[in-house]
């Protein structure tokens, strides 16, 4: 092989920095987010209402897509009711109706975002409820 | 076995298109849609085929007055206060009269007119230049004639601003959460129930939608109506017993720029009841 | 092919780590830009659009110039541009590419340039700027490297290529009259709302473009083994020649509408750019050297006594180059804006980081230059002598 030295001291370098996350996180301890779903207003709800908009497991990987769709509808098309698959009404609305039960961003939306780390700009025009100290 | 480099390379691409493709078709047909029978308007919602606005400036009686609508509209909307022309973002302001409709003007006009001021805003045009020249329809004609901004689509490329002809739009040129010279935030009090703007788009007055949305009128109509009745009157172009109409067709109304053919739907009531030319209609 | 740019001399590394150092700073620069927002340049809220806008605006007609080379020898068969056509095609490859760059710098919302493409929008003057510039970007990379490739084998290139060959001519055209259509089709802007906008733009391009293709090959002919002939460089001369008269004369043209027919709306930006208005003038002095550069540059270009001389042929190019470049790239821009749709005057002057930016978009588009020249110029010395058949 010619320049068989550069090669392999290459290489050594290529595998070391692409294996960098797995290494460094080695004993570091990385629970399972805990998400907190005892807001005040939830609590205020009677216990057979404390339903979300939709199932949890489809708002688990769906709110994306869910909130794209509301989006659309409300700034686009104008409509802003939204009648989930229980045939309940929604005003389709983060700040004012999703972030209304959750108003725990901390430890609700950014539990799991950081530990995904995903940065979801949605918040730099959407207010965040503000912090309510515990 | 022996394979040449460009055979390799032919055979790379297409197994990575296929790849790639054939894995995206897959999410595709797994995702959940959901269907468009679930988005419905409100109950309350309020509808028309073109908003309009008819702006009076002779029954706002001083400045203070139009003044007030304009501080109720920005603080309800987040709009921010940079205190320099170069960042201002503004959705409804004054201008006296050879700045609102330049051409007008002339040597010989009344010292009252000249010197009054006229509140300016997004004229929501039927025929709208800015709409004709977005790339990405961010600014868009709605069905009830509203010209609004989507500003999740919004590029930032400020076409819009070069082709309006009304000078009704402001860029978000720096960050609208920060604060000023003097430690001031830019927004003085957040109003939590609307958003803000992120740098990099642009915004302007929108006739409320949110509130027609919930049975309200705009912002702006509601605090004239508390203080100024009859300043500025919004209501359905298209419908011959509004009572925009009912101004326009007795009293003398001009528009700006109309010469453009963008059909502005703001008309001002110039001057009072003396220049009327058009007798009252039963 | 493209092992040719890696073989230089000191000269040619030199430029490219120079070249290099500036798009650094100019991406230093940008993250300042992108994390704090447009608000660091000179723009407001009256004068929307700036230095960024215009320099795209002038690299488009720069881009749109190869077509002066292609027409006489593909359509005409000028055998003397058999052996440069591939500068023109290379210089467009780099202008365009400069282009897209100075759009990209100056949108507020770059991550989401692909909202162009999810949501094309026909009636949008934009969005069609958008497909003709990347056409034409993939036309000219086809094109050059195809026929360059054939020349360095000493083959003739293949016949498929001759269609793409044909389309570039009313391609090239057509990326500069759509550019235009984003100022003539503007209804409020009466500086802008001209029929003659789209000739204008194609007079100045040709113009502009053929100038510093007689710069870039009198360099060529200076720096390496490849004379591009200096007859050929002459017909450019008079191509340049022609086209400077119709866009002075298109000028003109403007000027007389303007003040003949006293519109105050249309003579207002006119005024503002080379008298200034109420005493804002801060472009004044900027057009007026524009105009002397202009007229120094046609005077030179007319007499052939004059122009024969390449010493005094490159002077008039590079007068005239700057010239167009003030004209176009800043004055034309800025004109629309100002006086406001209130007839308010705000001024503009672009800001050091925007200044640092845009000579860092300019340093890009000459390192492309610089590589492809390098692979063009290396096939020609490689292959001296061997009769070029396209």
Redesign the interface.
């Known amino acids: 092989m010619y320049d068989s030295g550069k090669i392999i001291v290459g290489l050594i370098i290529f595998i070391a920095l692409v294996t960098f996350p797995f290494y460094n996180n080695i004993g570091k301890v990385n629970a399972k987010p805990e998400l907190k779903i005892d807001t005040p207003e939830i609590q205020k709800l009677p216990e057979l209402e404390r339903k979300c908009v939709e199932p949890k497991d489809f708002m688990r990987g769906g709110h994306m897509q869910l909130l794209n769709d509301w989006r659309d509808s409300v700034v686009r098309n104008g409509n802003r009711v939204y009648k989930n698959s229980a045939n309940k009404d929604f005003n389709m609305s983060l700040q004012n109706e999703c972030m209304r039960c959750h108003s725990n961003k901390k430890d609700f939306c950014d539990k799991c975002h950081n530990y995904m780390a995903v940065k979801p700009y949605c918040w730099d025009c959407h207010i965040a409820p503000k912090e309510k100290k515990p | 076995m022996s394979m040449n480099r460009r055979e390799f390379i032919k055979l790379a691409g297409i197994s990575t298109l296929v790849g790639v493709g054939g894995v995206s078709v897959f999410n595709k047909l797994q995702q959940n849609a959901l269907e468009a029978s679930e988005f419905t308007a409100g109950t309350e919602a309020l509808n028309a085929k073109q908003w309009a606005m008819v702006i009076d400036m002779s029954k706002f009686k001083t400045p203070e007055d139009y003044k007030r609508c304009m501080d109720a509209c920005h603080s309800t909307h987040n709009v921010p206060d940079f205190s320099n022309p170069k960042d201002e973002i503004k959705w409804i302001w004054p201008e006296t009269f050879e700045h609102a409709f330049p051409g007008q003007e002339h040597k010989y006009m009344n010292e009252e007119t000249k010197e009054k001021s006229f509140l300016l805003l997004c004229n929501h045009c039927a025929n709208p230049a800015c709409v004709r020249v977005c790339p990405t329809k961010a600014t868009f004609k709605r069905k009830d004639g509203v010209v609004m901004q989507d500003m999740h689509r919004c590029i930032g490329c400020r076409f819009c601003m070069a082709a309006c002809p009304f000078g009704a739009r402001s860029f978000n040129y720096r960050s609208s959460r920060g604060k000023d010279a003097n430690g001031q935030p830019l927004i003085k009090e957040e109003n939590t129930a609307y958003p803000t703007r992120m740098i990099g788009v642009v915004e302007k007055c929108t006739f409320c939608t949110e509130r027609l949305a919930v049975g309200k009128l705009p912002k702006c109509v509601e605090v004239s109506d508390e203080f100024s009745k009859g300043a500025l009157v919004f209501g359905d172009l298209a419908d011959a017993n509004s009572e925009v109409r009912k101004i326009i067709n007795t009293k003398y109304t001009i528009r700006r720029k109309p010469e453009l053919g963008t059909e502005p739907s703001v008309f001002y009531v110039i001057g009072g009841n003396d220049y009327a030319i058009v007798p009252e209609l039963l | 092919m493209l092992d040719k740019a890696l073989k230089g001399s000191r000269g040619y590394w030199g430029w490219l780590f120079f070249l290099t150092g500036i798009m650094g700073a100019g991406f230093l620069a940008y993250l300042y830009q992108f994390q704090?927002?447009?608000?660091v340049t000179g723009?407001?809220?009256?004068v929307?659009?700036g230095l960024y806008i215009g320099q795209f605006t002038f690299l488009v007609g720069v881009a749109a110039s190869a077509v002066m080379l292609v027409i006489p020898y593909y359509l005409h068969d000028y055998k003397k541009f058999g052996k440069i056509v591939i500068l023109g095609e290379f210089l467009a490859i780099s202008a365009v590419t400069m282009c897209i760059l100075f759009?990209f710098v100056?949108?507020?919302?770059?991550m989401?340039?692909m909202?162009?493409v999810l949501?094309p929008?026909l009636?949008?003057?934009?969005?069609w700027d958008?497909v003709v510039l990347s056409g034409y970007l993939f036309l000219n990379l086809v094109i050059g490297w195809v026929t360059l490739e054939s020349d360095s084998k000493g083959i003739k290139p293949p016949q498929w290529i001759k269609p793409f060959i044909y389309l570039s001519v009313p391609w090239a055209v057509s990326i500069h009259t759509v550019t235009a259509f984003?100022y003539a089709?503007?209804?409020?802007?009466h500086f802008w709302l001209s029929a003659i906008m789209a000739a204008r733009f194609l007079a100045s391009a040709f113009a502009g473009g053929p100038a510093l293709l007689i710069i870039l090959a009198l360099l060529v002919r200076k720096l390496t083994k490849f004379d591009p002939g200096k007859e050929a460089i002459q017909t450019l001369g008079k191509i340049v020649t022609y086209a400077m008269f119709a866009n002075v004369f298109f000028l003109g043209l403007e000027f007389f509408t303007a003040f003949y027919s006293g519109i105050?709306?249309h003579q207002h930006s006119f005024q503002y750019l080379y008298a200034g208005i109420d005493g804002h003038n801060n472009l004044v002095p900027l057009m007026w050297t524009s105009s002397i550069l202009a007229v120094i540059a046609l005077f030179l270009l007319i007499f052939p006594s004059f122009r024969k001389k390449e010493g005094v042929l490159a002077f008039a190019c590079v007068s005239l180059f700057i010239s167009l470049w003030i004209d176009k790239g800043f004055g034309l821009i800025i004109g629309?804006?100002v006086p406001?749709?209130?007839?308010?005057v705000?001024e503009y002057w672009p800001t050091i980081p925007e200044t640092i930016i845009t000579l860092a978009v300019w340093a890009a588009g000459f390192f492309i230059l610089t590589v492809l020249y390098k692979i063009a110029v290396t096939v020609r010395e490689e292959t001296a002598g061997i009769e070029i058949e396209h």
């Open positions: 704090n927002g447009l608000g723009l407001s809220r009256d929307s659009w759009i100056d949108m507020g919302q770059p989401r340039i909202n162009v949501h929008t009636n949008s003057v934009m969005f958008s984003l089709g503007i209804p409020g802007r105050p709306a629309g804006f406001n749709m209130f007839e308010r705000t």
